[in-house]
């Protein structure tokens, strides 16, 4: 699924860190000093540490983060480099990255050459915001592949070049946003007056006072210029919110959410559709409807781990109150027209032109893309996306919001009827999920090919999707049977 407009080109230039799974990784540089040779209580202890590393990895999978913490602490203390960088990665999930970054850095220590630490712990600094720390874990990630992974090794070049890129924008805004950032927008956009009041439907759920609450903090930040009125109709509303359990339906689980919203081509919203990941942790609710109210009225990702449209959530920096910033962005945004929306979205696009990099065109482009996939334009989008596509090639985050653009052009051409040009692009979206390794969703659309095939009354067709389908399966069920143990090993 693509990501909605960001304020925030990080999100866009990090490798895309999607649904946060235990690491499965080879640490035979740690073993080589162990002894093959184990008595029967080592041999039990061990079996018992694995029991509990594959609990903790079923835990991670099922979102309930905090209990794979609690087991992988434990683990943690035998300094094991597999262990703790799982551990590390539990910690990012739950927002805990100054704990993240020091068990990770603690993973590199141990063994600087075991490259799943150094890899997370660039993640971990891009998550607090640090990005000439990300960048030099970045360089030593790069060192450490090229060791035995030269051509993987070469394409980092392209993420050191993103992460550069980004950090020189960060200084570039860093006088002009200081107060806030809604110079940062790449395509802000606000509800209008003949929007309001804007109805929204918040389902029942423990945490519907909260997110209703998070509404209001928003509307007060803004001088109440934005009027809101929570409705008990879903068909009447404008903003529809719900929760789910699944983290993997998310484009960005780092969010705790996600928020789709449409809007008009000059910056007026249409409607917005939340969606908030349910958590047992209170700080970690509190930043997710905070964050995703924010995106439905209008508001983009900020760069600055305090402010609560961080694009990730940040327990470290997190208050549980919007910032300063929050609240200026947001009275800003209200106090501005469709007009000056404009010359701000062009501003930066400007900028973005007078670029000579590749990479930035290709950020540009994809942002534009976002904005007209926002609008349902997915034609536009699509070829957008193309061209950024050319000019950055193999940049993850492109080309999974490119096989996104490909499904829903065609689920349109579908209900036109067209459906040759929904199979080119079918197989094109199934070609880019498999590319990035989103196996399921590759499935999921040679499913959807075989079904229209057989619609269509073409055997030989449905039947070769079947089979691709098949050969997914072969993919995935190495990738799920690799849970690792606490000694690296597969079981």
Avoid at 186 to 211: C, F, G
Avoid at 338 to 353: C, P
Wanted: with cysteine; proline share 3%; net charge negative.
């Amino acid at each position: 699924m693509i990501n909605k407009p960001t304020l925030s080109v990080c999100s866009k230039l990090t490798i895309a860190f999607c649904v946060v799974l235990l690491c499965v990784a080879d640490v035979q540089a740690q073993d080589a000093s162990k002894s093959t040779a184990l008595n029967a209580d080592e041999e039990q202890a061990q079996k018992t540490e694995r029991t509990l590393f594959e609990q903790a990895s079923l835990l991670v999978k099922q979102n309930k983060n905090k209990d794979a913490e609690e087991i992988l602490e434990r683990l943690a203390k035998n300094n094991n480099v597999s262990v703790l960088t799982n551990y590390g990665i539990v910690l990012i999930k739950l927002g805990k990255i100054n704990s993240a970054i020091q068990v990770l850095s603690k993973a590199r220590d141990i063994a600087p050459s075991y490259y799943p630490a150094l890899f997370y712990l660039c993640q971990a600094y891009k998550s607090a915001g640090e990005l000439d720390k990300a960048i030099t874990a970045t360089e030593d990630y790069q060192k450490t592949l090229a060791q035995t992974k030269p051509q993987a090794a070469a394409k980092i070049d392209l993420e050191l070049n993103k992460l550069r890129t980004e950090r020189d924008w960060q200084r570039s805004i860093a006088v002009k946003s200081e107060l806030d950032y809604l110079e940062e927008a790449s395509s802000p956009a606000i509800w209008t007056a003949d929007s309001m009041p804007v109805k929204i439907y918040v389902a029942e759920n423990r945490d519907k006072e909260q997110l209703c609450e998070a509404f209001r903090d928003w509307a007060k930040a803004t001088d109440k210029k934005i009027k809101i009125e929570f409705t008990p109709n879903a068909d009447e509303a404008k903003i529809l919110c719900s929760w789910t359990n699944d983290a993997s339906s998310l484009s960005s689980p780092l969010e705790g959410g996600e928020t789709l919203v449409s809007k008009s081509q000059d910056g007026k919203m249409l409607s917005a559709k939340v969606q908030i990941l349910q958590s047992e942790d209170p700080a970690e609710r509190r930043a997710a409807a905070l964050h995703e109210a924010g995106h439905s009225l209008g508001l983009g990702h900020s760069s600055r781990p305090g402010d609560a449209m961080f694009f990730a959530f940040n327990r470290d920096a997190f208050t549980g109150e919007l910032s300063k910033r929050d609240k200026r962005t947001a009275k800003r945004l209200y106090e501005s027209d469709l007009e000056e929306l404009a010359r701000i979205r062009n501003q930066s696009r400007q900028e973005s032109a007078e670029s000579n990099s590749p990479i930035q065109k290709a950020i540009d482009l994809n942002r534009q893309a976002s904005e007209f996939f926002a609008g349902g334009n997915f034609a536009q989008a699509t070829s957008l996306l193309q061209q950024a596509d050319a000019l950055a090639p193999n940049t993850q985050t492109i080309e999974e919001n490119l096989a996104a653009a490909y499904l829903r052009l065609a689920d349109q051409e579908c209900i036109d009827q067209s459906f040759t040009e929904a199979e080119k692009h079918l197989n094109l979206a199934a070609t880019y999920f498999a590319k990035v390794k989103k196996f399921d969703k590759a499935k999921s659309v040679y499913r959807d090919l075989a079904n229209l095939s057989k619609t269509l009354k073409k055997p030989l067709e449905e039947k070769s999707y079947l089979e691709k389908e098949l050969e997914l399966n072969a993919l995935i069920s190495p990738m799920n049977s690799q849970s690792a143990s606490p000694n690296g090993s597969s079981n």
